[in-house]
């Protein structure tokens, strides 16, 4: 059975991943690494294993990466938050590349990788935040992990007490436009939590690089179409069902 690691897993998006992972039932084990604990109280509580952690350092804490086949970055911050451009870099960017290349290290047959990126993302972009995720990106994929699912949302959606008053007004008006748009211009972080979750258990039907590794990006109406999917998960025993085996 597989066993997830996740970073971000207390914010908006990731403390649902952490819950989807356990509902569904097909991790043995799921692993936070945060600066708090999450309290969590569903099916299959058990298998959540919590470690506070100090970003700066992570290094520190080496052994508590092992043993994973999957890991999801759901980290992220802004500038305002951040304090500077600067410290927004070094947390948003450095803080996540440390970790995955920890990860890679002390889980050399690992699986899977999932990273929550950001619409719009382009290492080439003028914008900092545009520019860092991308740059996030182009750094994960160098690292070579046998498939690399990017997402890359539009605005966040129901983010509760994590939310952001700009992103709030975008919020708003994504609402009606995802109705024009086919669901292109938001998503509620629920949804975009299952649809990280799910991806882990359909296979890819992006076509291998010549290395063999798969990288493949899914946009914001991708994500809430395989949110959506009710074939992915049995929801009377919470197993996972395998939707396509042909690879």
Same mark, same amino acid.
């Given at each position: ?10 914010? *908006?998006? %990731? ?11 097909? +991790?043995?084990? #799921?692993?936070?690494?945060? !600066? ?9 509580? $058990? ?31 802004? !500038?305002?938050? *951040?304090? @500077? ?17 920890? +990860? ?13 990126? @950001? @619409?719009? *993302? ?19 994929? $160098?690292?070579?992990?046998? !498939? ?27 609402? %009606?436009?995802?109705?024009?748009? @086919?669901? !292109?211009?938001?998503?509620? #972080?629920?949804?975009? *939590? ?15 690089? $010549?290395?063999?590794?798969?990288? $493949? ?31």
């Amino acid at each position: 059975m597989s066993s997830a690691l996740v970073i971000g897993s207390t914010g *908006a998006t %990731g403390i649902h991943v952490i819950e989807e992972l356990l509902k569904c039932g097909s +991790f043995e084990k #799921v692993t936070s690494l945060a !600066r708090r604990e999450i309290d969590y109280q569903g099916p299959n509580k $058990e298998r959540l294993v919590q470690y506070i952690v100090d970003f700066e350092n992570i290094e520190n804490y080496k052994d508590n990466f092992k043993g994973h086949s999957h890991m999801f970055s759901c980290f992220g911050t802004t !500038r305002k938050q *951040a304090g @500077s451009a600067e410290n927004f870099i070094k947390i948003d960017h450095d803080y996540v590349i440390n970790a995955t290349k920890i +990860f890679k290290e002390q889980n050399p047959n690992a699986k899977h990788f999932i990273l929550l990126s @950001s @619409s719009g *993302a382009n290492s080439g972009s003028p914008f900092l935040y545009m520019k860092t995720k991308g740059i996030i990106e182009d750094d994960i994929k $160098e690292m070579k992990f046998p !498939r690399l699912s990017i997402f890359k949302p539009g605005s966040l959606l129901g983010r509760g007490h994590d939310s952001r008053m700009l992103e709030n007004v975008g919020c708003f008006f994504a609402k %009606g436009l995802n109705v024009i748009t @086919s669901d !292109r211009a938001g998503i509620p #972080v629920i949804m975009l *939590a299952k649809a990280l979750v799910y991806v882990t258990q359909i296979t890819s039907e992006t076509k291998p690089e $010549e290395d063999g590794t798969i990288v $493949e990006v899914f946009n914001n109406k991708q994500a809430y179409e395989l949110a959506k999917r009710t074939d992915i998960f049995d929801s009377k025993n919470n197993n996972a069902v395998k939707v396509d085996e042909s690879n």
